[in-house]
């Protein structure tokens, strides 16, 4: 076990025990953001050469997936900064050594190109409004996804797709909006930033698709959005297993209407759990399997190709959604007591179901992923 997986599973208590008062306040306690700041919980993918931990896939994963067990919000917080810190192995090296000028800082942003910046001198004036910001009001620095305009029209790169960049900012200079009213994953703070007219240096900005890592590790031969797929995929596996362990617990002690016998000693639910189980166990295990074997070809110090790169994000869809059923599964099980607000199991299936919308591993990816299995020409610039 790595160590920084061991200080996870040590604050997953302190975590349990505030799930609800993470849920309430709609965002993650700025104490508690401090506290996992200083475990180095968002560095774990961000470069070594910034202070980082740069850990490897699969370590970084199964942490953010212990913390998804405590609860999803906060894991989905720690899975948001620590793939936005990813960024930082792409932007020059003085830019993103000020950015992560101090262990703690916090970084987020949203990918998806809703402002619109035009250059102007060494930079860009940059406008826009991004929605689903997680984590936002806990950041020091904040990107946003825009469109660079070009005679006042979007400029488009050599296959006609849209020339966006990821431009970064102090997150004074944002507004954030409280407009994160959900019925799952309460607790990410996921509302709304937005900039107006602010200037951007040139060198606070990137293209996740078009330029390449500053930084030559094997995880940043990762596919940048893939790793953010496997991200979410890893909060989904820690609130899938948490959802089976609140199921066990209650079913020792509780009685079905008209039953003598607890919910545990009845067949029917000892053979969904156990058909839960194995769902649960084999997605984890082809999850794992596809991140180790990209690993190891990013160790060689080969770029993953685009067969590979495929393989990650079905394994991270298929996680999701698996998990998904699980979550859903177990709360059949749990009955009524399931539906009370008190009862985490009402949560983890909320908080599952939200996780499924998420683009990255929403139902288009089977279709994305079938075109390479089916051997067809596919764009792989988003896998």
């Known amino acids: 076990m790595s160590e920084m997986l061991s200080q996870a599973r040590q604050l997953a208590p302190t975590i349990r025990e505030r799930a609800q008062e993470i849920e309430r306040a709609r965002r993650l306690p700025a104490d508690l953001a401090v506290t996992l700041a200083q475990a180095g919980v968002f560095r774990i993918m961000l470069p070594r050469s910034l202070g980082g931990l740069e850990l490897g896939a699969a370590d970084a994963l199964r942490v953010i997936e212990a913390i998804g067990e405590a609860d999803a919000s906060t894991g989905w917080c720690v899975m948001i900064a620590a793939t936005s810190s990813l960024s930082a192995a792409y932007l020059p090296m003085e830019a993103a050594r000020r950015i992560h000028a101090t262990p703690t800082t916090i970084t987020g942003g949203v990918f998806a190109p809703m402002g619109k910046a035009r250059a102007e001198g060494d930079g860009y004036r940059l406008s826009g409004r991004w929605q689903w910001a997680s984590g936002s009001a806990n950041c020091a620095w904040l990107a946003g996804g825009s469109a660079i305009l070009e005679d006042g029209k979007p400029r488009l790169l050599p296959n006609g797709t849209l020339d966006s960049r990821m431009l970064f900012f102090p997150a004074s200079a944002a507004t954030l909006i409280d407009s994160w009213h959900t019925s799952g994953l309460c607790g990410t703070g996921s509302g709304e930033m937005q900039v107006d007219d602010i200037t951007v240096p040139r060198e606070y900005s990137v293209s996740l698709i078009t330029d390449l890592p500053r930084e030559q590790g094997p995880l940043y031969r990762f596919p940048v959005f893939g790793l953010l797929a496997l991200g979410i995929a890893a909060v989904m596996l820690g609130n899938a297993r948490a959802a089976v362990a609140d199921l066990v617990e209650l079913a020792g002690a509780k009685k079905p209407q008209a039953s003598s016998r607890t919910l545990a000693e009845r067949a029917a639910a000892q053979a969904e759990l156990a058909q839960a ?69 009402q949560r983890r299936f909320r908080d599952a179901h939200v996780g499924t919308q998420h683009m990255m591993v929403s139902p288009a990816t089977w279709e994305l992923t079938g075109r390479v299995l089916m051997g067809l020409p596919t764009d792989a610039s988003v896998l």
Do not use: I, Q
């Open 277 to 345: 189980e194995a769902r649960l166990r084999g997605a984890r295990a082809f999850y794992y399997e596809a991140v180790g074997e990209a690993w190891s070809k990013a160790c060689a110090g080969d770029p993953l190709d685009t067969a590979e790169r495929a393989s990650l994000r079905l394994a991270a869809t298929h996680a999701v959604r698996t998990c998904a059923d699980v979550a859903r599964a177990m709360h059949d099980l749990g009955g009524g007591s399931s539906v009370f607000l008190s009862s985490a199991l």
